[in-house]
Each structure stands twice: as structure tokens, then as C-alpha cells.
T-cell receptor, first 114, second 115 residues
Framework: EADIYQTPRYLVIGTGKKITLECSQTMGHDKMYWYQQDPGMELHLIHY???????EKGDLSSESTVSRIRTEHFPLTLESARPSHTSQYLCASSEPRELYNEQFFGPGTRLTVL | AQKVTQAQTEISVVEKEDVTLDCVYE???????LFWYKQPPSGELVFLIRRNSFDEQNEISGRYSWNFQKSTSSFNFTITASQVVDSAVYFCALSGDTGRRALTFGSGTRLQVQP
């Protein structure tokens, strides 16, 4: 059973606010990922991390930033939210030594910026 | 570069019909992994199946079955005797065996099962 958590599940905020989406996993996985999914659309990788103090940009350009100070924690921050950031954000983790590279997904955060 | 194509944007069937969701992929990796996920209206991704590139055996799990054909780069998913609870968006995904190993998703197929 996957143990990966995201908070909040839903967030509605006004333009210009700073927000942080939390993601935590208790499986000790080194690799973590953030995917963005616009309503009714496919998922795109926006950030990933190989481990502590390692973060990289993904395929889809994003104004968000991430940090990885602890193995279990991979928060995503938007300094100044805009309506174009309205989307669902899904966090995932995987164990690189595991045969199938299965990624475990959190429940997602649905962000609406007014 | 990797690519996953799900040509069917939306499929509508009547309960108890069989339905096949198509997935075609492109990759230069010799070792890779294929996945199917289900996304119900609540938004979470539910893992259904995984396959590695060396295992071309088809698999059946209850009403679900998967047909992996390396020769045509396809990994199709069939639901037998569909039910209303199968209504969801289904995503096919691919990852390589090296580097970041992130998933490349297809655009998804929305399945509507009518009672």
C-alpha cells in the first residue's frame, strides 16, 4: 500500500497569493515527482528530484519551485498565484532500484486561482 | 524522446459491452515499462497494471485484460462486460529504465458506460 500524502486536497485562493502544496511519503523513496494536469487533459512532469538537495525542471515549463531538504518531503511553491495556475497537481514517488519503477501517486491537490 | 498516443479521446458504451482502449508508444530505450492508470471523477490516479519490455505475456485480471505487442508498439486494454463503475479517464504511460525515469502519459481516454 502506497503511503504518499498531499495537502491540501482542494485550494481556492486569490491572485497574487503565495502558496505551498505539500507532499510527503513514508516509503523512503529517493525519487519524487510533481505532475500538472489541466482539467480533462494529460499529465505533464513539471519537477523531479533524485534525492535530498537534488531538484530538476520537468518537461512542462512551470513558474513553481520545489525543494527537497528531507527525503520524505517535496513541497511545491508558487510565489504569486495567477488564474493560469489553476490545475490539479499530483505528487509521486518511486524507488529507483525497484524492478518496474512503479510510481506511487498522492491523491492530488486541486488548485483554483480566482 | 518518448511518446504515448491514445487516439480515442472518448468512448461511450452500454453496460455489459466489451470495450478496448488503444495505446501506442514510441521509445528508443531497449528496456522500458508500460502502465495503465484509471482516474475517476475524484481525481486520484489508480494503478491498474505494469509491464516491462521483456514480458510480452498478456494478462487477465477479472474483467480486465491487457495485450502487449512489441512488434506494433501497442499496449491495449480491454474491459469485458463493462459496468457503470468503469466510467473514468484511463491513461496509458511509459517510463524508461535510466535517468529520471519519469512517466510519459498519453492524453487519456474518457470511458462512459451507460446503464
Amino acid at each position: 500500500e502506497a503511503d504518499i500524502y498531499q495537502t491540501p486536497r482542494y485550494l481556492v485562493i486569490g491572485t497574487g497569493k503565495k502558496i505551498t502544496l505539500e507532499c510527503s511519503q513514508t516509503m523512503g523513496h529517493d525519487k519524487m515527482y510533481w505532475y500538472q494536469q489541466d482539467p480533462g487533459m494529460e499529465l505533464h512532469l513539471i519537477h523531479y528530484s533524485y534525492g535530498v538537495n537534488s531538484t530538476e525542471k520537468g518537461d512542462l515549463s512551470s513558474e513553481s519551485t520545489v525543494s527537497r531538504i528531507r527525503t520524505e518531503h517535496f513541497p511545491l511553491t508558487l510565489e504569486s498565484a495567477r488564474p493560469s495556475h489553476t490545475s490539479q497537481y499530483l505528487c509521486a514517488s518511486s524507488e529507483p532500484r525497484e524492478l518496474y519503477n512503479e510510481q506511487f501517486f498522492g491523491p492530488g491537490t486541486r488548485l483554483t486561482v480566482l | 524522446a518518448q511518446k504515448v498516443t491514445q487516439a480515442q479521446t472518448e468512448i461511450s458504451v452500454v453496460e455489459k459491452e466489451d470495450v478496448t482502449l488503444d495505446c501506442v508508444y514510441e521509445t528508443r530505450d531497449t528496456t522500458y515499462y508500460l502502465f495503465w492508470y484509471k482516474q475517476p471523477p475524484s481525481g486520484e490516479l489508480v494503478f491498474l497494471i505494469r509491464r516491462n519490455s521483456f514480458d510480452e505475456q498478456n494478462e487477465i485480471s477479472g474483467r480486465y485484460s491487457w495485450n502487449f505487442q512489441k512488434s506494433t508498439s501497442s499496449f491495449n486494454f480491454t474491459i469485458t462486460a463493462s459496468q457503470v463503475v468503469d466510467s473514468a479517464v484511463y491513461f496509458c504511460a511509459l517510463s524508461g529504465d535510466t535517468g529520471r525515469r519519469a512517466l510519459t502519459f498519453g492524453s487519456g481516454t474518457r470511458l462512459q458506460v451507460q446503464p
